[in-house]
């Protein structure tokens, strides 16, 4: 369906016509929004004497087919409930379980009526406005409202937005405060941002934002002496990866002089509203969502019942809630995955089709699939203003939890979601994605558009590298999606089409990207992140990425992208991977007849050739600049590249493509022709059907590009941490965690210290951001590698802020007790005892940078000391981020005892 027309729907209303006319087979249930739940549903239209006719819920006509297919013995014939034109309004979800399945031959189908559009909507209709002196309108909140979904207002279709502060953009924040007991939930504004005098200010909402996610806290108090709010424990912990976070100020009542704003005054239980110019509050309406799950398919795979064979089709759905809690619920989560359901929303479910619906104007996802689904097909959807994301298919759990369910609870896949538009969502979670894929093989994702999302277009895959198990994510197809206008300059560190997890049989391919611009940092076409590999990227396009790359393979083995066209990016990279000894993984990745296009001076980051080499295979590529130059490649003239033994039948020229009739190929003896790249068709990419559906998406203008100024330089910020004076899992300020099992621990193996433990959930690590800009580096800590366990730590200092970010002094700390520093032997530091460090290091100006001296001692003793090298450091300016890394296996662990990082002085 998509969109309604004075026609009809696009692209299905003229086939319905036809299917309809004659009465299906098996049984048929009419509902209509002037029906009555006591007639029988038999007949289209009331009867001449009002004693009969279609039945006005759809709740009730799933009660009266379960009650005819009970009475008469036919569960295998189908059964057809269809809707008249007009609306719907839900108190309570539409539920379908496992009794109203049906068969392969005889399905359960929901659908228009011929010619006509109806309308599900989870919404209240708000009237009976009052003028107050003010100007402002008011009326009674209806009752049994939910405070906590009352957070979105429709009006005449349009979604209107609450009072905040400042009106556009975002403040950043000062700095997080140091008080342990609040974890790091609270932090320092500038002077005037906050008040504490606000009206009812627990209900005001800080929304933050870090890279690649946001999040949604209330205020618990302001302090205006110390400039410093407060906040609920409802969310993750502030300023996690990025420094002088953004935020903006949401649900202000004093903020209210808008035209079009609105406030829900939960106190006295009224909604406020400024009037736009013209509008008259006697002929006025709105609509505040209250129901989540508009359908909610609840099948029992736990019991091995599911919900089977069943169509929703030619249906508008709107105003579904978002109930976002105030208590022990992390709003947040990358891809918006963390406590979001949707307007479609099921678990338990086979052989499910949702067909030419229109999914609008709603709080959370439009359509969420979890465990045990199976078999789901969502084709010609037309999805828009959502609070979340589009489509979202399988678990979002961990890879170990999702092992430990039972089969049938835990299966996904199968699925096929074809040809739909999904465009201008994430209003109020901006990190949602159009499509995502979690733990969930065997699907097929073709013929999408997806357009004007802050986030990734499409996610395939939730396992991470550091997952000790498998990704279920394999076999997946992405093919023939137009993706364009992401981020659009909000979010960072997403993708056009991004993939996780080892993925065997996964191809991407024919798809073409376009127009990506993030806040900072980057964002990138094709990402292959975190150990994304089993991978096949093929005949796709990828235009115009402003700030980022055409591709990111981040750490991934055996990917093979072939016949690319890269046209308009900052670079393509390839990330290195370490093994526990710290030393460099070979990469594994084909890159072969790919066409790269960057906008800059160099194509892969100017890592090592040799580490990146190891492992890759280039060849038969063309690369060039749009500045009119031959790139360098990982820092090195083309000519030496090629002589290293890389890129054997590439070319460094102008490529000479064309585009003819939507084709882009290579010119009669081009570079490109010579390489052997073959032609890409674009014009099977995208939806496909009727011209008014294909036509649609143009009809669409693009999200204005927010500002993109930089983020604030953060004040340096210095490092004493003394973990022995914490308690146990204490939260420890400035410094962020990653991974299982990380936290100030009681006691630690062999010496019995107080400490803080690395492990033993695999892979973690700990970093603080010091921002400690041009200066000689007084760094000292001490660790503890136990004997038994073969963990090896590693210290990195990284300055951030260039991309790649450059590396400064690196200190592995072996599981066989020696120490190398950037590859440098240092010494012995013995197991299972304490040993104190002490790094030196000036990177003020010049060839500064270039060397650093460490020093091991051990209760006292001089163990080493040496001067160590650092290729290619001395643009090192800025110690942004100082992270401590337990490379062990699942189940090891290591300590850190105290750390100390300070400028030594002028």
């Not at 045990?372 to 298919?393: N, P, S």
């Not at 194509?603 to 040799?610: F, H, K, R």
Request: charge should be neutral; proline fraction near 6%.
């Amino acid at each position: 369906m998509g969109v309604a027309v004075a026609g009809g729907l696009y692209g299905c209303q003229s086939r319905l016509a036809k299917n309809l006319v004659a009465k299906p087979a098996g049984m048929t249930v009419y509902v209509s929004p002037t029906g009555n739940d006591g007639w029988s549903g038999k007949l289209a239209t009331a009867n001449m004497d009002g004693s009969d006719g279609p039945v006005g819920s759809v709740c009730r006509a799933l009660e009266i087919v379960r009650g005819w297919r009970r009475v008469q013995k036919v569960a295998a014939l189908a059964a057809h409930v269809i809707l008249r034109g007009g609306t719907y309004e839900l108190k309570n979800s539409i539920v379908i379980g496992p009794e109203d399945s049906g068969t392969l031959d005889s399905p359960l189908v929901i659908r228009a009526y011929p010619g006509e559009e109806p309308t599900i909507s989870g919404g209240v209709r708000v009237a009976n406005w009052k003028v107050r002196r003010d100007g402002l309108w008011e009326t009674a909140a209806p009752e049994g409202m939910n405070a906590l979904t009352v957070n979105q207002l429709f009006i005449q279709g349009q979604r209107q937005e609450r009072p905040r502060l400042p009106t556009k953009n975002w403040y950043f924040m000062a700095h997080v405060v140091e008080q342990q007991e609040y974890r790091r939930r609270a932090f320092r504004f500038e002077k005037g941002e906050f008040n504490p005098k606000w009206y009812a200010l627990r209900d005001v909402e800080v929304v933050s934002y870090d890279v690649w996610t946001t999040e949604r806290q209330w205020v618990e108090s302001v302090d205006p002496k110390t400039d410093t709010v407060y906040l609920q424990d409802n969310g993750f912990e502030l300023q996690a990866y990025q420094v002088r976070q953004r935020f903006y100020i949401d649900n202000v009542r004093e903020a209210l002089n808008k035209p079009g704003q609105w406030y829900f005054d939960r106190p006295e239980k009224k909604i406020l509203y400024k009037p736009m110019p013209g509008q008259s509050h006697q002929e006025f309406s709105a609509v505040v969502p209250i129901v989540r799950r508009l359908f909610d398919l609840r099948g029992a795979p736990e019991d091995h019942a599911y919900v089977e064979h069943v169509t929703i089709k030619e249906v508008r759905l709107e105003h579904s809630a978002c109930a976002v809690s105030r208590v022990n619920l992390a709003n947040d989560g990358q891809s918006s995955t963390v406590g979001f359901e949707s307007a479609i929303f099921g678990q338990g479910v086979k052989n499910v089709n949702i067909v030419d619906c229109e999914i609008a104007h709603g709080g959370e996802h439009a359509i969420r699939f979890m465990g045990a689904t199976e078999g789901v097909t969502v084709q010609r959807c037309h999805i828009h203003d959502m609070g979340g994301g589009g489509v979202y298919l399988g678990l979002d759990c961990s890879i170990q939890d999702y092992f430990r369910l039972p089969l049938e609870v835990r299966f996904t896949g199968q699925c096929v979601v074809d040809n739909n538009f999904i465009h201008d969502s994430g209003k109020l979670s901006p990190q949602a994605c159009g499509i995502w894929i979690g733990h969930s093989g065997d699907n097929r994702i073709s013929h999408n558009v997806i357009a004007n999302l802050y986030y990734t277009g499409i996610s395939v895959g939730w396992c991470w590298n550091t997952a000790p198990m498998p990704s279920p994510a394999v076999r997946n197809l992405v093919e023939y999606n137009r993706i364009y206008n992401l981020s659009n300059g909000v979010l960072s560190d997403g993708g056009g089409i991004y993939l996780l997890g080892v993925s065997p049989g996964t191809m991407v391919r024919n798809n073409w990207i376009s127009d990506l611009v993030p806040y900072t940092r980057y964002f990138n076409g094709l990402y292959l992140d975190n150990g994304a590999s089993d991978i096949r990227a093929e005949n796709n396009v990828v235009e115009n990425v402003a700030y980022g790359m055409g591709l990111l393979v981040h750490q991934g083995a055996d990917n093979v992208v072939v016949n690319n066209y890269f046209g308009r990016v900052r670079e393509v990279w390839v990330d290195r991977n370490t093994d526990s000894q710290g030393k460099f993984i070979p990469l594994s990745l084909a890159f072969d007849r790919n066409v790269v296009v960057v906008t800059g001076g160099n194509v892969w980051p100017p890592d090592s050739p040799a580490t990146i080499a190891a492992g890759c295979k280039f060849s038969r590529n063309v690369y060039w600049s749009s500045r009119g130059s031959a790139p360098s490649l990982h820092g090195e003239d083309f000519k030496q590249w090629q002589a290293g033994g890389q890129d054997a039948g590439s070319l460094a020229a102008k490529p000479g493509l064309q585009t003819v009739d939507g084709i882009i190929c290579a010119e009669a003896g081009s570079p490109a022709e010579r390489i052997g790249f073959r032609p890409i068709d674009t014009r099977n990419i995208g939806l496909y059907g009727s011209a008014a559906w294909r036509a649609l998406p143009g009809t669409i203008a693009p999200l204005p590009i927010a500002d993109r100024a930089p983020y604030p330089n953060p004040v340096a910020e210095p490092v004493h941490t003394n973990f022995q004076q914490l308690k146990a899992g204490a939260a420890i300020y400035g410094l962020t965690t990653m991974g299982h099992g990380n936290g100030v621990v009681e006691a630690t193996p062999v010496t019995g210290r107080r400490a803080f433990r690395l492990g033993p959930q695999g892979v973690t690590y700990s970093y603080y951001q010091p921002w400690i800009r041009r200066c000689k580096l007084d760094l000292q800590f001490s660790v503890l590698v136990p004997a038994h366990n073969g963990t090896t730590l590693c210290l990195e200092l990284r300055d951030w802020r260039s991309n790649p970010y450059i590396t400064g002094p690196s200190v592995v700390f072996g599981a066989d007790g020696g120490v190398v520093a950037n590859g440098v032997p240092v010494g012995t530091a013995p197991l299972g005892k304490w040993v104190d460090v002490h790094v030196l290091y000036d990177y003020r100006m010049g060839k500064s940078g270039e060397d650093y001296q460490i020093s091991l001692h051990q209760a006292g003793k001089a163990l080493a000391m040496k001067r160590i090298p650092v290729p290619g450091a001395s643009k090192f300016a800025t110690l942004t981020w100082m992270g401590f890394i337990n490379q062990g296996k699942l189940g090891e662990e290591c300590y850190i005892g105290y750390v100390d990082c300070a400028s030594a002085g002028p």
